[in-house]
């Protein structure tokens, strides 16, 4: 059957949750170290094993947490005893509750998703939606609990209820389907009745042939049977939906209001030649981008002059050029592939088939090669009039690709299934609106949607960015996803895992992160009879890196996706779009991104950095784990970011060690931090004892000529340096 609604209740048992008694506990150690009962004490178990965890490895003869000399050689085993096997029992059993929890209300959220979708007619989903919307920021809410009970196991935490609105939204797919069942019992009469139907109209052409012509067709008295009864016929049977047919009989009759010559609307009777219908595609799609307009449109049944309906008898799902469907035929002659559509409405006074045309946004729409525009009334090639060519580039350089539209002619009903709305109140960290309206209006403040005049909606590209549910609904941004390859080894030869997320940058950022550091390469010890791991690369640098990676893209490059390339002992990110300053400023320059608004939005959610390009929060990362800086190159059409690992000093290359020492510099400059041999010794993470090597490095950056003495006269030991442009 084509409808289906589905309970939630399907998933109950899949999944063990008996983790979740753990969230009200106090999960502390039972150790009875002296240092174990110290720690108890004070009550900072959770600030002792981050300690451990982060800062244990680079101790280096000084205490991670108070910075002192330490003075008991046995001061790791001691640390380690304080965290006996119940308390890592018990942060085992978290950490799987966790992950047992996220699956299953992902279950649950992916089956009331496509409840959504449903295209049956008699049901209304209004309720439904902004019931699912709330439910789903609740998760969200308790998804973050469950997270800062993983990072302080100590606290005490409690979830908020869901149970309560995944019970009220199965009553109402209960519901449904009940009409459902009772559609598909009058639809599976068809049959039995239409067998009737032709055994009455049969005896009823044997007594009275002559009026027999006067007796309507089975299918069109059952349609008419079905509309009065409130029965929905089977999905591939439908023209369209209700509020389809009442949107575009609306259309039909603004745009009948219009003036007789209209650069971005063109009215036709009969004449569909696939020529001429390719020519006018490409006429009213440039003409439509030079009046602003998102969408122009070519009509069939609609008087030129009069304006008046007079009926078509073209069939554009019938219609062909040679074997080939029509529809098709024009899509492979047009450059670039605009997303057009024929809509065949039925009125009183004939049919008319609506043509929708985007309009060009990142260059003029050409047919077979040739770009058109409306000049009065008629369709001329684009290059003989250059001052309109001029003007048509220019509408694309000055208009932001965020504020065009990737989704026109929705409601408000179809915004909040498309997008995550949400999200954006648990980012804004706002309770989510009581009703639908009030959502509609923050998204339209924000500029995630725009209002038409005809009182429907279009999506903008920032709106469909940041948080489509899935981004493959918009088909000029389905390039515009996150790829993550996982390679082993140091080359692109041997790809183990091939990973692309679909989901709104803002919405499914922390996803991103979260599986990039689970690809990260591990180093693994094992000391004193336990294995450690140690991840390679700092989070907050990779979260910095995924930013820019967003931001700075250039939106108007086709066929390219957002690409975090994962070797062994690297992390490639790469964007399209050259980087817009100096590689060797990237550090100092203000805050510039070719997606201005966008990047305003993600800064104003901390999920970007504010200052400027966030380089500065990827040294800062670095430095902590004490691996080189990152390295930025840049070309005509691309901007790559790269991470680096190397277990000791001694492996990095030379450009590695004067690349990092010009660039803290330079971070340290803008920071208002004197830079002497002891901090660059502390960046490469240098002994006092082996400072001959910080001064090798300096000597060698100084020589780049990247960076220079601040006081050239200055003695050895107050030798202070600054980047070359200070």
Not at 39 to 50: P, Q
Not at 655 to 681: H, M, P, Q
């Amino acid at each position: 059957m084509t409808f289906e609604c589905r309970k939630s209740d399907e998933y109950i048992g899949q999944y063990d949750l008996s983790g979740g008694s753990l969230l009200e506990e106090e999960i502390v150690s039972t150790s009875d170290t002296q240092f174990a009962r110290l720690m108890k004490r004070f009550g900072n178990t959770d600030w002792v094993k981050e300690g451990q965890k982060k800062y244990l490895k680079k101790v280096d003869g000084v205490c991670p947490f108070c910075h002192k000399e330490l003075d008991h050689q046995h001061f790791e085993e001691e640390l380690k005893e304080c965290f006996d096997e119940e308390y890592q029992e018990s942060i085992k059993n978290l950490a799987t509750y966790k992950a047992e929890y996220d699956g299953w209300m992902d279950a649950v959220l992916d089956v009331l998703d496509k409840n959504s979708s449903t295209n049956f007619p008699r049901s209304d989903l209004s309720l439904y939606s902004e019931k699912l919307e709330r439910l789903r920021t609740i998760i969200q809410n308790n998804q973050k609990i469950i997270q800062q009970k993983v990072d302080k196991p100590a606290e005490k935490v409690e979830l908020q209820d869901t149970d309560t609105l995944v019970a009220e939204l199965d009553d109402i797919v209960s519901e449904i389907n009940k009409l459902i069942i009772a559609n598909n019992e009058a639809y599976d009469k068809k049959k039995e009745t239409k067998a009737n139907c032709d055994k009455l109209r049969d005896l009823y052409r044997e007594l009275h042939p002559e009026d027999y012509r006067d007796v309507p067709p089975f299918e069109d008295s059952y349609e008419r049977y079905c509309k009065e009864n409130g029965i929905n016929l089977k999905s591939e049977e439908m023209i369209m939906t209700e509020h389809d047919k009442k949107y575009y009989r609306s259309l039909i009759d603004e745009l009948k209001k219009l003036p007789k010559e209209t650069e971005w609307a063109e009215f036709k009777v009969n004449n569909f030649a696939p020529n001429e219908i390719g020519e006018y595609l490409s006429t009213l799609s440039n003409s439509g981008a030079l009046h602003e307009k998102e969408t122009a449109y070519l009509l069939y049944g609609v008087h030129d002059e009069t304006h008046e309906i007079v009926g078509t008898k073209f069939k554009p799902k019938e219609a062909k050029v040679g074997n080939e469907e029509l529809e098709n035929w024009l899509l492979t002659q047009l450059t670039p592939r605009i997303d057009f559509k024929f809509v065949e409405v039925y009125t009183e006074k004939g049919p008319v088939v609506v043509v929708e045309i985007p309009v060009a946004k990142i260059q003029p729409t050409a047919f077979k090669g040739v770009e058109y525009i409306r000049v009065g009334s008629y369709s001329k090639k684009l290059k003989d009039f250059p001052e309109k060519e001029r003007k048509l580039w220019r509408m694309f350089e000055i208009r932001p690709f965020e504020t065009m539209s990737a989704k026109e002619n929705v409601d408000s009903e179809t915004i909040t299934r498309m997008l995550d709305t949400g999200a954006f109140y648990t980012l804004m960290s706002l309770p989510v609106p009581s009703t639908r309206d009030e959502i509609i209006h923050d998204f339209s403040e924000y500029g995630f949607i725009k209002r038409m005049d005809n009182g429907n909606y279009s999506i903008t590209n920032m709106g469909a960015l940041l948080f489509a549910k899935d981004i493959r609904d918009f088909i000029y941004l389905e390039n515009k996803r996150i790829r993550v390859i996982r390679y082993k080894g140091s080359g692109r030869t041997n790809a183990i895992r091939d990973q692309f997320f679909y989901k709104g940058y803002a919405v499914g950022f922390d996803d991103i992160v979260n599986y990039i550091m689970s690809m990260l390469p591990q180093e693994e010890t094992i000391e004193t009879a336990r294995r450690e791991e140690f991840i390679m690369f700092p989070e907050k640098a990779v979260r910095e890196m995924l930013g820019n990676l967003m931001i700075h893209q250039d939106m108007t490059a086709r066929g390219q996706s957002l690409m975090v390339e994962i070797f062994d002992e690297r992390i490639e990110a790469t964007n399209p779009g050259s980087l817009l300053v100096d590689v060797d400023r990237i550090i100092d320059t203000a805050p510039h991104a070719r997606n201005e608004k966008m990047a305003d939005f993600l800064r104003l959610v901390h999920i970007c950095e504010v200052r400027g390009s966030g380089f500065d929060r990827m040294e800062e990362g670095m430095c902590d784990w004490k691996i080189p800086a990152p390295k930025v190159e840049t070309g005509e059409d691309f901007c790559r970011t790269m991470f680096f690992w190397h277990e000791s000093l001694s492996k990095w290359s030379k450009e590695d060690k004067t690349r990092t020492c010009y660039l803290y510099v330079c971070y340290c400059y803008v920071n208002g931090i004197e830079v002497s041999n002891a901090v660059l010794r502390d960046r490469f993470g240098i002994t006092e004892v082996n400072k001959a090597m910080a001064s090798r490095i300096i000597k060698d950056t100084v020589e780049t000529g990247k960076i220079k003495l601040k006081d050239p006269n200055a003695a050895v030991k107050m030798r202070r340096y600054v980047p070359y442009w200070a």
